[in-house]
């Protein structure tokens, strides 16, 4: 077997964003001597690994839900402030249906604006000119878009880190069986 207890390519960090880098066990009773686990011990110590893999990735997946669901969001109001820019200076009124509360519409005559008002959040409007609006809502997609790349990778390292941990998992437990049955065979 191979005298290194673990191996990783030069190119795996050690962690991404806290979330710890697994390594991959070639010679398992190696690695236990150098971590000072027995099997039991080394069994127990993966499983939990396992769990904090899966926590994380329940947080990086509601995470990725809400990006989701915020970019549609920022892409419509982008919309409707281009519109309002194309109707500018055009003497013409704009009708549009907005939302009052949930499932209750109503109908507004929108007369030649400058400005907007953008919900930014914790119940906080603010009033831009339709420019301002434009430059925000455009900053704010490019952001939430690579905020969205950076969490999809962060799931595929983490991933990664889990089918690593299993595989490990399964090495340390067929190991244990094999070292039980050569003491019972002795």
Sequence with gaps: MASASTSSSSGNPAERRGIPAASFVEDVQTYLIQSGFDANS????????????????MKLLAQQRDLQAKIP???KCLGIVSTIQAKKGTGEDLIADFEVSEGIYSRARIEDSNSVCLWLGANVMLEYSCEE??????KNLENAKASLEVLIADLQFLRD??????????????????????KQTT
């Design 133 to 138: 609006a434009n430059e925000l809502l455009k």
């Design 42 to 57: 080394a069994l127990a110590f993966l499983q939990e690994r396992l769990q904090q893999y899966k926590i994380a990735e």
């Design 161 to 182: 880190q889990v089918t690593i941990t299993q595989v490990t998992t399964a090495r340390v437990y067929n190991w244990d069986v094999h070292q039980r049955r050569i």
């Design 73 to 75: 969001d920022i892409e």
